[in-house]
């Protein structure tokens, strides 16, 4: 009898040392409600985000019903992209300081056997958003469209990263010279100005090879 009444003694101080151990941890820790609530809100946000959709409301939307093309890129269009009439993939953005006033944020197009993709910046500045955008532009391409590990696109969006925030510090100046990313694919970053066009900036631009098949 004595020996039940011990065991039964040990269960007890067991089960009570596992609640206030539990009512502890429970003390340092959200509400179990408002963790499940956060967490569909977060992972909403990053799939309906596209690329080309500056406006939040834009990412509420379904991706465009744009009709089938045979284009490398076309892809792009659930990005919110574009095909113009010369078969560059472009992203429109509003200008924030002009009303009704719109200007070309992101193009790529294919050329021989090359991607030239493009971040525009107007009269030399990034509007908002367009520095973590860009990257994500870039990056989507060369992970469709360059032989690379995970390792080495970690590395690659480190270095454009960078790049990217320096031309943002104004610490790198346009100019026509090219910087190597990524040696096997002969890869080159710049920072130049616009030659052509209505828009009157710089632009980030990488040119890709594409693989041969």
Aim: hydrophobic fraction near 40%; charge should be positive; include cysteine.
């Amino acid at each position: 009898m004595n020996i039940i009444v011990r065991l039964f003694g040990a269960i007890v101080l067991q089960v009570s040392a596992l609640a206030a151990m539990s009512s502890m941890a429970m003390s340092d820790v959200p509400p179990l409600r408002v963790y499940t609530q956060k967490v569909p809100a977060a992972s909403q946000r990053k799939t309906t985000q596209r690329i080309c959709s500056l406006d939040p409301i834009e990412d509420l939307l379904p991706p465009p019903q744009t009709k089938a093309s045979n284009s490398l890129l076309s892809y792009l269009a659930e990005q919110g992209f574009t095909q113009n009439q010369e078969g560059s993939w472009v992203c429109y953005a509003n200008d924030p300081k002009k009303e009704g006033r719109y200007f070309t944020l992101f193009k790529v197009k294919q050329v021989d056997s090359r991607l030239i993709a493009s971040s525009f910046l107007d009269e030399g500045n990034l509007i908002q958003g367009q520095e973590n955008r860009s990257l994500d532009f870039f990056m989507m391409l060369i992970e469709r469209h360059m032989n690379t590990s995970q390792e080495n696109r970690q590395g690659i969006r480190r270095y454009l990263e960078a790049f990217v925030s320096l031309v943002k510090q104004g610490k790198i100046k346009p100019t026509r010279r090219g910087f190597l990313f990524d040696q096997p694919n002969r890869a080159l970053v710049l920072y130049h100005t616009l030659s052509s066009g209505n828009l009157k900036g710089t632009g980030i631009t990488i040119n890709i090879y594409l693989p041969k098949s």
